[in-house]
């Protein structure tokens, strides 16, 4: 059973046009964080969101984490092709009491491609 | 020198053969984990150790073993691989408030023909 969902699997763009990816789950998590990963790397850390509602920005990237802690999404404004790549999100899954035991579970992935 | 470093970066190995993935971390962090990627699948835990003392399997542990040499150290062994052990192979390493973010190594990609 997949606990994060992740939608699209594959995004193909053009440069310059705008994306959201999302991630979705039935669980509550206490944290949840966005990857990006480069063909023959590993995952590198984008950004971790832990309140209800949140919303942070990295240059053209902007992360929100749902209200109920459920759910995130990625946009990406005006798209470049060195934006392209397998985005990862990530959760740590709040079992109760607020204790998160450090552990993530991840989506499946989007692969995302901005062609020229 | 990376955060993270795994060896070796490729293999190739025959069914049946024993085979050890090597994870160092010079982050000083208690935390590592041993994830396996597979297309379509995202990434998939192995194994994870909190502490040199404490081991604990993940969600797909059968056929692998590990063992954490010392808080720098994390290993991982396929005692007799199968051919659908081939995937890409990640160690991270976090802190104790884990959930604020991994650091990965850059992967080994396992071939088991």
């Known amino acids: 059973t997949q606990l994060l969902e992740q939608s699209p699997q594959f995004l193909s763009i053009q440069e310059g046009e705008n994306l959201t990816v999302y991630c979705n789950s039935s669980?509550?998590?206490?944290?949840l964080q966005w990857y990006r990963q480069e063909p023959g790397e590993g995952p590198v850390l984008l950004v971790t969101?832990?309140?209800?509602?949140e919303v942070k920005k990295l240059k053209r990237l902007t992360f929100q984490f749902g209200d109920a802690r459920k759910d995130s999404s990625l946009h990406i404004t005006a798209a470049q092709p060195g934006d392209t790549g397998l985005y990862l999100c990530?959760?740590?899954?709040?079992?109760?009491?607020?204790?998160?035991?450090?552990?993530?579970?991840f989506g499946q992935g989007t692969i995302l491609t901005v062609h020229p | 020198d990376a955060d993270v470093t795994q060896t070796p970066r490729n293999r190739i190995t025959k069914t049946g053969k024993r085979i050890m993935l090597e994870c160092s971390q010079t982050?000083?962090?208690?935390?590592m984990y041993w994830y396996r990627q597979d297309p379509g699948l995202g990434l998939r835990l192995i194994y994870y150790s909190f502490d040199v003392k404490d081991i604990n399997k993940g969600e797909i542990s059968d056929g692998y073993s590990v063992s954490r040499q010392a808080q720098a150290k994390f290993s991982l062994s396929l005692e007799s691989a199968i051919p659908n052990q081939t995937a890409l192979y990640f160690c991270a390493t976090s802190g104790r408030q884990g959930d604020y973010g991994y650091t990965f190594g850059s992967g080994t990609r396992l071939t088991v023909v």
């Open positions: 990530a959760g740590a899954i709040n079992r109760g009491g607020g204790t998160s035991y450090g552990k993530l579970t």
């Open positions: 969101v832990v309140t209800g509602g």
């Open positions: 669980s509550v998590f206490s944290s």
């Open positions: 982050k000083g962090h208690d935390r």
